[in-house]
């Protein structure tokens, strides 16, 4: 993992890195609202958010939901109502009960096919972000037993170029083969934000996630990560120098931006040193 080390926060159980995540997007929000009138966060899915989105809507009465902007960082092309949305999941949990406008909330046109609900998405997302400095405020991510992130597997074309001999060279992976492009204007242009998954080996298969270039633009990361199903990969990404294309997550390092680990004790017990 490049750039600077992560922080790492540990917590008792899933409700406290629950609470510190929910803090941390609280504060965050106030600040980004001061300084530049917005917050815009894409949330994360599977069933770790649950316990942080119910965190923000019922224990952060400090945000101003009429300046958030939602989106996600990933989802299953599949529809809205079912049990495997992860926009189903966030209106749950967190959007049916906070007062964001519905036109704030950006769920993936999951009706379209793959390739055209990724390029709607970004089509979205680009229109949204500020032209001068495009990047998402704050982004919530998990991360499977795997070492997955978002839709982001193992093996994945999005990771090109984070291994010094993987898919460097490979002309599927197209512009997505340069690893870490310049966090500039130019490269914004050019670079994918958002990419279609057809093979996920956590079904289902076809998703849409945002790109590991997407998520270190970011100003703020974390990862939200409980249980001890998830021991082993929590120590290969945090100390190990297992390959990014085999341990996803560790692409994700935001190149002017902080990232910050919210584990509970379960997930860390195998991690050797203790936190910073
Ligand atoms: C998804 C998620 C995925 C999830 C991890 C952890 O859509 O499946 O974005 O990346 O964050 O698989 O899932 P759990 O929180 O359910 O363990």
Same mark, same amino acid.
């Given at each position: 993992?490049?750039?600077?080390?992560?922080?790492?926060?540990?917590?008792?159980?899933?409700?406290?890195?629950?609470?510190?995540?929910?803090?941390?997007?609280?504060?965050?929000?106030?600040?980004?609202?001061?300084?530049?009138?917005?917050?815009?966060?894409?949330?994360?899915?599977?069933?770790?958010?649950?316990?942080?989105?119910?965190?923000?809507?019922?224990?952060?009465?400090?945000?101003?939901?009429?300046?958030?902007?939602?989106?996600?960082?990933?989802?299953?092309?599949?529809?809205?109502?079912?049990?495997?949305?992860?926009?189903?999941?966030?209106?749950?949990?967190?959007?049916?009960?906070?007062?964001?406008?519905?036109?704030?909330?950006?769920?993936?046109?999951?009706?379209?096919?793959?390739?055209?609900?990724?390029?709607?998405?970004?089509?979205?997302?680009?229109?949204?972000?500020? *032209?001068? !400095?495009?990047? +998402?405020?704050? %982004? =919530?991510?998990?991360?499977? /037993?795997?070492? $997955?992130?978002?839709?982001?597997? @193992?093996?994945?074309?999005?990771?090109?170029?984070?291994?010094?001999?993987?898919?460097?060279?490979?002309?599927?992976?197209?512009?997505?083969?340069?690893?870490?492009?310049?966090?500039?204007?130019?490269?914004? *242009?050019? !670079?994918?934000? +958002?990419?279609? %998954? =057809?093979?996920?080996?956590? /079904?289902?298969? $076809?998703?849409?996630?945002?790109? @590991?270039?997407?998520?270190?633009?970011?100003?703020?990361?974390?990862?939200?990560?409980?249980?001890?199903?998830?021991?082993?990969?929590?120590?290969?990404?945090?100390?190990?120098?297992?390959?990014?294309?085999?341990?996803?997550?560790?692409?994700?390092?935001?190149?002017?931006?902080?990232?910050?680990?919210?584990?509970?004790?379960?997930?860390?017990?195998?991690?050797?040193?203790?936190?910073?």
């Amino acid at each position: 993992m490049s750039g600077r080390a992560p922080e790492v926060w540990i917590g008792d159980d899933a409700t406290a890195v629950a609470r510190e995540g929910a803090r941390r997007i609280a504060e965050w929000a106030r600040r980004c609202i001061a300084a530049r009138g917005r917050f815009l966060v894409a949330l994360s899915g599977g069933n770790t958010p649950r316990k942080l989105h119910r965190c923000l809507a019922t224990e952060e009465p400090g945000i101003d939901w009429r300046r958030v902007f939602v989106f996600f960082s990933d989802e299953r092309c599949v529809p809205h109502d079912s049990p495997d949305s992860n926009f189903r999941m966030a209106r749950e949990t967190l959007l049916d009960h906070v007062p964001i406008p519905a036109s704030q909330i950006f769920p993936v046109a999951t009706d379209r096919s793959p390739a055209e609900a990724a390029s709607a998405y970004e089509a979205t997302l680009r229109s949204v972000l500020d *032209a001068g !400095e495009p990047r +998402i405020d704050a %982004v =919530l991510l998990g991360m499977g /037993p795997d070492g $997955h992130t978002a839709s982001i597997f @193992p093996g994945s074309r999005l990771l090109a170029g984070f291994d010094d001999d993987f898919l460097i060279d490979d002309p599927s992976t197209g512009p997505l083969s340069s690893s870490r492009p310049a966090a500039n204007l130019d490269a914004f *242009a050019k !670079e994918r934000l +958002i990419a279609e %998954v =057809l093979d996920a080996p956590k /079904p289902p298969p $076809h998703r849409v996630t945002m790109t @590991p270039y997407f998520i270190n633009l970011s100003r703020h990361v974390i990862v939200l990560v409980s249980g001890e199903d998830k021991v082993a990969a929590v120590s290969a990404a945090l100390e190990s120098d297992a390959r990014v294309s085999e341990i996803p997550i560790r692409a994700v390092s935001p190149t002017a931006g902080d990232l910050a680990w919210l584990l509970d004790r379960r997930a860390a017990r195998a991690l050797g040193s203790p936190p910073i």
